[in-house]
């Protein structure tokens, strides 16, 4: 038998090294587990240093025999549990035959007085909102809402996902005029693996930032664009004017990556990755992506767990949701990301890239080794440690 335990530790509890007894029973047997847990005199910022964005499907739940506010209780629940990981969740739903995207990150109505109270948990980095279901006045009224709470700064649009040809990306200039005529500094994201397909820059990526300037805030780009190859994570941020963000996703069989063609430690340099290369988002499509949950099916055009990283209590004898070990490395690789910030503002980015270079050096060289990982962990608390 094999478990995985996350330990969570009160921001008031003492420093010490503390020992628990974790008992698990099966039907013929009961273990006896001695813990020892070493709490030090450190902690993690609780709004998170990087905004990691990750979606959620809000229809692939199990809803059998519940209500309407049952089911927004249900999707709460995943919310919550992807804020307790370092992750600002968004609901994710794509327009029928579109690339078109309407993200939200309440899972209730806009204008459900819940949602602003909601939004304003300081563990979200940045909050979706939503445009396309809305009318002109109820965008306005929300804007109007958005930024009388405090929140309009934290707010990205993400309207239109991967557009790959100059009609759509004049279809995001139209989202984005109607968006910024209510409030002109409100953020549009948009991501892009390629350049456009046709015209006069085709296959050129870099024109991306060319062709939306003005119209996006946030430019996400594919990591299958970056080629592992540092030079355009540079190349990308020299293309950026004033007020303009560079973010970047994985998806499908990228590695460092999240589906299961990744390695343990694969999943935990994602985060490495973006430390070094310096952007300042990270995007995961979606952490629910089935083809159905009754019976829980994945989506067989995708490589194996792309899309899948938080799992249906119910089809595993529990009502909770099950998190899968990738999610359980990936924050390892979130908890380096923001120690990594810590150390750098004590000693330094040269000794904090000189720190992590003996873990991750680009995105196709990095170690093997566990114990590695966990010797750049006990130096990162050590030199943070008040």
């Known amino acids: 038998m094999r478990a995985w335990l996350t330990f969570k530790v009160k921001s008031e ?10 008992r698990f029973k099966t039907d013929d047997k009961e273990y006896a587990v001695a813990i020892s847990i070493n709490v030090v005199n450190a902690s993690l910022p609780e709004t998170p240093s990087i905004a990691s964005v990750f979606g959620i499907n809000p229809q692939n739940f199990i809803f059998t025999g519940l209500s309407e506010e049952q089911k927004i209780e249900k999707r709460k629940a995943a919310s919550d549990l992807l804020l307790e990981y370092r992750i600002s969740p968004y609901f994710s739903t ?18 459900d007085d819940r949602t602003w109270e909601y939004l304003a948990d300081k563990r979200f980095n940045r909050i979706a909102l939503p445009s396309h279901g809305l009318s002109d006045g109820e965008l306005e ?6 930024r009388k709470t405090g929140l309009l700064n934290k707010a990205f649009f993400y309207v239109w996902d991967e557009p790959t040809k100059t009609d759509e990306y004049e279809q995001i200039k139209t989202l ?11 953020k549009v994201l948009t991501t892009f693996y390629c350049g456009p397909t046709d015209g006069e820059h085709k296959d050129d990526l870099f024109a991306v930032f060319d062709i939306l300037n003005g119209a996006t805030s946030i430019y996400c ?24 963000e560079w973010w970047s996703y994985v998806c499908m069989s990228n590695t460092p990556g999240l589906a299961s063609n990744s390695t343990a430690i694969g999943n ?4 490495w990755r973006n430390y070094k290369e310096q952007n300042s988002g990270f995007l995961y499509w979606v952490v629910n992506g089935f083809a159905s949950v009754y019976p829980l099916r994945p989506r067989p055009e995708l490589p194996e767990g792309d899309g899948i990283l938080i799992y249906p209590g119910e089809s595993f004898g529990t009502n909770k949701i099950c998190t899968s070990v990738r999610l359980e490395r990936w924050r390892d690789g979130a ?14 980015r040269s000794a904090a890239l000189s720190l992590l270079n003996n873990v991750y050096k680009s995105p196709s060289n990095y170690t093997d080794q566990s114990k590695y990982a966990l010797a750049l962990r006990k130096n990162l608390i050590e030199n943070i440690t008040e």
């Not at 509890?13 to 974790?22: L, M, T, Y």
């Open 141 to 146: 009224m929300m804007l109007n809402k958005a």
């Open 13 to 22: 509890a003492e420093a010490k090294r503390h020992k628990e007894i974790i």
């Open 268 to 271: 935990r340099a994602t985060m």
């Open 221 to 244: 780009t594919g990591v299958w664009a970056l080629q592992d190859n540092e030079n355009r994570s540079e190349q990308c941020k020299a293309k950026l004017k004033s007020g303009q």
């Open 335 to 348: 908890e380096d990301y923001d120690m990594l910030v810590l150390y750098e503002k004590k000693l330094g």
């Open 176 to 186: 984005s005029d109607r968006i910024h005529r209510y409030a002109p500094e409100a």
């Open 94 to 111: 794509w327009l029928s035959g579109t690339m078109k995207t309407e993200c939200f990150s309440s899972p209730y109505a806009w204008n």
